[in-house]
Nanobody, 126 residues
Framework: QVQLVESGGGLVQAGGSLRLSCAAS????????MGWFRQAPGKEREFVAT????????YYADSVKGRFTISRDNAKNTVYLQMNSLKPEGTAVYYC???????????????????WGQGTQVTVSS
């Protein structure tokens, strides 16, 4: 069993930066691929970024590529999302998710992920 808790959200002006953290409990965290998703009011949950269990492979949505960086520190059981050059359309609840590898579908599909945090609100003002 894995529990995920996000933190670091808040209110930021367009062009600013935030760093989100996702703290995990559970002894198998280091072998899980991890992802970040976001969901704006009335919209579907949207893929943001994913990172392999080793940290050696990352993948980003086109909408955030070049501005966001996903990373992890397995010794601290934590995954991060550094968000730079934030835009108003980035306003959403951001969720951390863990993938045990049981479901063989696209890594951008939220149904691939077994564990989810409660979410943290990010609001970007124009």
């Amino acid at each position: 069993q894995v529990q995920l808790v996000e933190s670091g959200g808040g209110l930021v002006q367009a062009g600013g930066s935030l760093r989100l953290s996702c703290a995990a409990s559970g002894r198998t965290f280091s072998r899980y691929d991890m992802g970040w998703f976001r969901q704006a009011p009335g919209k579907e949950r949207e893929f943001v970024a994913t990172i392999s269990w080793s940290g050696g492979s990352t993948y980003y949505a086109d909408s955030v590529k070049g501005r966001f960086t996903i990373s992890r520190d397995n010794a601290k059981n934590t995954v991060y999302l550094q968000m730079n050059s934030l835009k108003p359309e980035g306003t959403a609840v951001y969720y951390c998710a863990g993938d045990s590898g049981r479901v063989e579908i696209a890594r951008t599909n939220p149904r691939k992920y077994d564990y989810w945090g409660q979410g943290t609100q990010v609001t970007v003002s124009s």
